[in-house]
């Protein structure tokens, strides 16, 4: 019974979700105001979270007996709810009065809230959500810049819980008409095939380099990973396959575990979904969709470009050889049986750019697209059958979950920055902490990044950062899309930061490696996102900003300081790098990496640097050279 009660409760609410982007409600003749159906989004997620989850935050097992307790909460979560969605309408108006029943069934969704996030997140976030609670509680006795106003508690209940900049407001907006569509189109994609598809293909386009194992798992995770929308996810998806792959080609397994989780963490910053957090971006910075997707290029560019060389040179140092090519299937073959799978991105890229489609209308119509495409046709004998269409409804109402549940929160973090003033004293504080200087507030905000987004999915992480840390960037100068970006990369960071890297972790356990070492590793291979962010604030090209000459010079000034770095830190460029030419070049590729307009003389300085660090390339490889020749020589010689 309970088993049955769930699937229809996660089936509803991607349904519930479609419904209200398509406008189906009003073609029927329900005019419903947007919180009622956030709060009926709530009342589906709220008593699935406590029917799947114990209060030890740990997944039920279908067969245990559901507690007394959970069953109440599950029933209270659901009722108040779906009180607040059916009564909107009339309470709406008597707000400022502070209603009993919607003080009463406001307070019931806050504190269940709150305690189902704990069951499915963690206690993280949950933390950092009830700090901020007490705060709107006691921040009038917070002395110093810190103070806020004195809110009365059935005030803030009934904002919080009513409020259009609270619970119910802008975080789950988006989460309705874009997130959970995203996601539904992404599981009727594996459901199909899709997800083997671009693994074979990955494989055929990668497998025949050296190091083509490890380049098969970055080419996979990052087309993949963009979709899914957790790093954690894709790592458990595709890490199954890919990290045996790895370590069967001679990497080894903290390696193997740290391509894996830097390749999904990257999938999250790729355009043109990121997760879904680039319609989220838009959103908040009103801006048009594809300036985000545009803005979002060059650094991710940067970050693959950077972990693909790492991975060629470790397997050049290794002497790592390419896949076996009887486990490399032919392109052709791949292309002939999978070609289908590509119409739907078509469909989708086609829908945002050109038929101004918006977000969620876009991913209905690539859901669209794919449906008799997957019902149709086979690829690798897997397909969609009628069953799983109800498979794929209920998996994702069980992804989204949490999601749901996160960007409740946040708009609960919106709300208590929003009627406490508790916004502008943040800003204030951390402006005067980095004392007026920019370089040191973006250090405090990088470091606080990785600090709050440790275990979240990518649409939580995104939502909590540019809700609490963007603005003050932003007052100090920063370009808002910029500001943006910079704690999306240092809060994706912390999927692979100790102590927690939640996907450096994940990939530890299939590798069979140590878990720090592992994220260590990861660290090193994704270096350029702890570097890049810091660079695109101050080089707005990098961002698609500007003159096209001066973008194209940036970018491909930025790529050769980011390849002799990678080649450093892989202590391998053209050939074995000794101790001393690891420092030095290093010290070069930083420098023209760094910033233009921080170094003394720009112009000079910059022409210098790039100048040196170009020669030290010509001189490594003319240094290689006479091996070269010499087993040119040899291959020629052989019978």
């Not at 406590?50 to 979560?77: C, E, M, V």
């Not at 996030?117 to 959500?129: C, D, E, H, P, S």
């Not at 006795?141 to 259009?164: T, W």
């Not at 009887?326 to 292309?335: A, N, S, W």
Request: include cysteine; glycine fraction near 8%.
């Amino acid at each position: 019974m309970r088993t049955i009660l769930t699937a229809i409760l996660t089936a509803a609410l991607p349904l519930l979700a479609l419904g209200w982007s398509l406008d189906l409600f009003r073609a029927v003749g329900l005019y419903l105001f947007t919180e009622q159906i956030l709060a009926g989004l709530l009342a589906l997620a709220l008593p699935t979270a406590f029917l799947t989850h114990t209060i030890k935050g740990q997944r039920r097992d279908p067969a245990a007996s559901l507690p007394l307790h959970d069953a109440a909460a599950a029933l209270l979560g659901f009722a108040a709810a779906f009180y607040i969605a059916v009564r909107y309408g009339a309470i709406f108006s008597t707000l400022a009065e502070r209603p009993a029943d919607a003080t009463i069934a406001g307070a019931i969704v806050l504190v269940l809230v709150v305690e189902a996030l704990r069951r499915v997140t963690g206690l993280a976030l949950t933390l950092v959500v009830v700090a901020f609670l007490v705060y709107a509680l006691v921040g009038h006795l917070v002395p110093g810049d810190l103070q806020g106003r004195r809110v009365a508690l059935d005030r803030l209940v009934v904002y919080l819980a009513f409020d259009s900049n609270g619970m119910l407001g802008m975080p789950m907006t988006v989460t309705a008409t874009v997130v959970i569509l995203y996601v539904m189109f992404g599981s009727f994609l594996t459901a199909s095939g899709g997800g083997q598809f671009f693994t074979d293909l990955s494989m055929a386009s990668m497998g025949r380099y050296r190091g083509g194992s490890a380049k098969i798992a970055v080419t996979a995770s990052a087309l993949f990973g963009s979709i899914s929308g957790s790093a954690v996810a894709n790592v458990a998806s595709t890490g199954v396959v890919t990290i045996p792959m790895m370590k069967d080609s001679g990497f080894r397994g903290r390696i193997a575990g740290a391509v894996e989780a830097v390749a999904s963490t990257g999938g999250q910053l790729m355009p043109p979904v990121m997760g879904a957090a680039a319609f989220l971006m838009a959103e908040m910075l009103q801006i048009g969709y594809e300036k985000v997707v545009i803005a979002a290029l060059i650094p991710a560019l940067i970050y693959f470009f950077a972990v693909f060389v790492q991975i060629d040179l470790i397997a050049a140092r290794d002497g790592i050889a390419p896949v076996p090519a009887d486990r490399i299937p032919l392109t052709r073959r791949v292309m002939r049986s999978g070609w289908y799978f590509l119409l739907p991105f078509a469909v989708l890229i086609g829908a945002l750019f050109w038929w101004n489609a918006g977000p969620g209308r876009a991913a209905f119509w690539a859901t669209l697209a794919l449906l008799p495409l997957g019902l149709f046709l086979r690829y690798a004998g897997t397909g969609l059958r009628l069953m799983d269409l109800w498979h794929c409804l209920t998996e994702t109402g069980r992804i989204v979950i949490d999601i749901v549940l996160i960007s409740a929160a946040a708009g609960l973090i919106i709300g208590v920055l929003n009627i406490t003033s508790l916004g502008f004293a943040l800003t204030l504080t951390l402006t005067d902490l980095a004392g007026g200087f920019l370089i040191v507030l973006l250090v405090l905000a990088a470091l606080l990044s990785i600090i709050l987004g440790m275990g979240m999915p990518t649409v939580g992480v995104y939502i909590l950062l540019a809700t609490v840390l963007a603005p003050t960037l932003i007052e100090l100068g920063v370009q808002p899309i910029a500001a943006h970006m910079f704690v999306m990369y240092f809060g994706m960071l912390s999927m692979i930061t100790p102590p927690v890297a939640i996907a450096a972790f994940t990939a530890a356990v299939i590798a069979k490696a140590p878990p720090v070492a592992t994220a260590v590793s990861a660290m090193r291979l994704g270096w350029t996102a702890m570097v890049v962010p810091f660079v695109f604030v101050y080089e707005p090209s990098i961002l698609m900003s500007g003159p096209w000459l001066e973008i194209i010079f940036n970018a491909l000034r930025l790529a050769l300081g980011v390849w002799i770095v990678s080649g450093c830190l892989a202590g391998y460029l053209f050939r074995r790098l000794s101790p001393f030419a690891r420092v030095t070049y290093g010290l070069l590729g930083i420098a023209a990496i760094f910033p233009s307009d921080l170094l003394p003389a720009p112009d000079l300085s910059m022409w210098v640097t790039l100048a040196a660090a170009a020669s030290c390339v010509v001189f490594e490889w003319q240094m290689t050279r006479p091996r070269r020749a010499s087993n040119e020589s040899f291959e020629t010689e052989q019978p």
